[in-house]
């Protein structure tokens, strides 16, 4: 039975209009659609870089909205308080949104759900953000899956259902209700000039994304196997801030990749890994919330790494000035691009907690501010897989050795060269935006020598990194 009251469309990350469950829902009840987005207390604490990223975004779809006859109502505030506030307005029925998995996240839609149930207004929540539901994938035996290649091999043959088509028209309220602008809430004030040099590196919206996948399925995902692994290529999807923020679904990737691997493309499936580790992260999240803040092994809790953020050797991680040119020029390409090939997040991440024995949620922090793809799960999952304290990870004695990655993956110095400017008698753009790109008042600039010595030497930080191991675990 059609309702004509009109419905409420909270947005999240989920910020698109093909394949979005909840918005066919919203339509499907017959009455008018209003798409919300609330500037809420997560909101406001999101890191300088992806709430910059999420901006645009935001502008994004609000300009694909109003091709439609519809509207993106912004609205900033207690997501509860804006919510009902709008029900009354709107004279609504239903409020709807897309389900996510973090435990911020599930806790504020736990309490908005109970409280708007209690006022009498029906509540609808929906997946889209992953391609199976949590609670949906068990062991033989039940419980969640800590381990990859068994939860692969429990996804990999099941059915994902077809995305669905974005729509043609998206009926509108015979009133709007009033919108706060997007320029007024000032979400890039934090990147101050850095936004000027990152944007160009950003694909922002569906159609943008929908294009790259595109472009990866028919020109790259081929050769995907050993490109991944290459900085310096343009190897990879690509779509990592597009999947960050819903601006395209895991299915329509899913099953791009599973036509790939009908044509005999033989990276499709190493792909479609891929995906599944990004699922596997949000299983994890889910079952086990404390992996945003504490170690993920319980006995990796008393480890004796350093937890201060501003020393002088985590300041010179953080600046891209180590001395160990894969590290530092990887922590470049994220301040230009406001990405980091993921090869590269594996060299920095394990010199960080291994080299300089710092903490691990020091990175993660450092991270979480500076990545315009930044994900809660991944971002999560990933420090602790390079620290060796996260589920599935890799063994702490496994140290990367930053000089003997860059021999193998970057053998002709190109990723170097194209983020390093110092030394260089005609330093790339790339590499000069940097300086344009980072704080003021870090007072660095391409004239500077770069250091004659690593801050701490790769055999030194490696035999002690395993010393404080052995120690330990004695």
Request: include cysteine.
């Amino acid at each position: 039975m059609s309702d004509n009251r009109p419905t409420i469309l909270w947005l999240r990350r989920d910020l698109r209009l093909s394949d979005h469950p909840a918005l066919e829902a919203a339509m499907a009840r017959g009455g008018p659609v209003v798409p919300v987005f609330i500037c809420d207390d997560l909101v406001e604490g999101l890191g300088a870089a992806p709430k910059w990223r999420l901006g645009l975004s935001l502008a994004d779809l609000a300009g694909r909205l109003e091709g439609l006859g519809s509207r993106l109502i912004l609205r900033r505030g207690d997501a509860l308080e804006v919510l009902r506030g709008l029900v009354k307005e709107l004279g609504a029925g239903t409020v709807m949104w897309s389900r996510l998995y973090d435990p911020q996240s599930i806790e504020r839609d736990k309490n908005v759900k109970a409280a708007l149930k209690e006022d009498g207004v029906e509540v609808e929540s929906h997946a889209g953000h992953l391609l199976f539901e949590p609670w949906t994938v068990e062991t033989g035996t039940g419980g969640f899956y800590k381990v990859y290649t068994p939860f692969w091999r429990a996804v990999r043959g099941r059915e994902v259902a077809a995305p669905l088509s974005a729509p043609t028209d998206i009926s509108a309220p015979k009133a709007w209700p009033a919108s706060d602008s997007l320029d007024d809430w000032q979400f890039g004030r934090a990147m101050n000039r850095g936004a000027e040099v990152c944007r160009p590196y950003q694909r922002v919206g569906e159609e943008a994304a929908q294009g790259r996948l595109g472009w990866f399925m028919g020109e790259a995902v081929g050769s995907y196997d050993e490109a991944r692994d290459l900085p310096a290529e343009d190897g990879t999807s690509g779509l990592s801030e597009n999947l960050a923020l819903g601006e395209i679904s895991p299915r329509r990737c899913w099953h791009a990749g599973l036509r790939a691997m009908e044509e005999g493309k033989p990276g499709a499936e190493t792909w479609l890994k891929e995906l599944v580790w990004r699922e596997f992260a949000y299983h994890l999240i889910y079952h086990t919330p404390h992996i945003t803040e504490q170690s993920w092994r319980e006995e990796w809790r008393g480890f004796p790494w350093s937890e201060e953020e501003d020393t002088e050797k985590v300041m010179a991680w953080k600046q891209g000035r180590t001395g160990v040119p894969f590290v530092d020029a990887a922590m470049r390409e994220m301040y230009v691009t406001g990405k980091m090939h993921n090869r590269a997040r594996m060299i920095v991440a394990s010199y960080l907690t291994k080299h300089l024995m710092t903490h691990w949620r020091v990175g993660q922090k450092w991270f979480e501010n500076c990545l315009t793809d930044w994900d809660p799960a991944s971002n999560a999952m990933g420090w602790q897989w390079a620290a060796g304290s996260g589920p599935d990870a890799t063994p702490y004695f496994r140290v990367f050795n930053p000089e003997t990655q860059a021999k193998k993956f970057d053998a002709q110095g190109t990723y170097l060269r194209r983020w390093i400017a110092e030394g260089q008698k005609g330093p790339t753009k790339t590499a000069l935006s940097f300086f344009d790109a980072v704080p003021r008042a870090w007072s660095l600039n391409p004239h500077m020598p770069y250091p004659d010595e690593p801050i701490v030497g790769l055999k030194e930080g490696r035999s002690r990194a395993l010393d404080v191991y052995e120690t330990w675990k004695g």
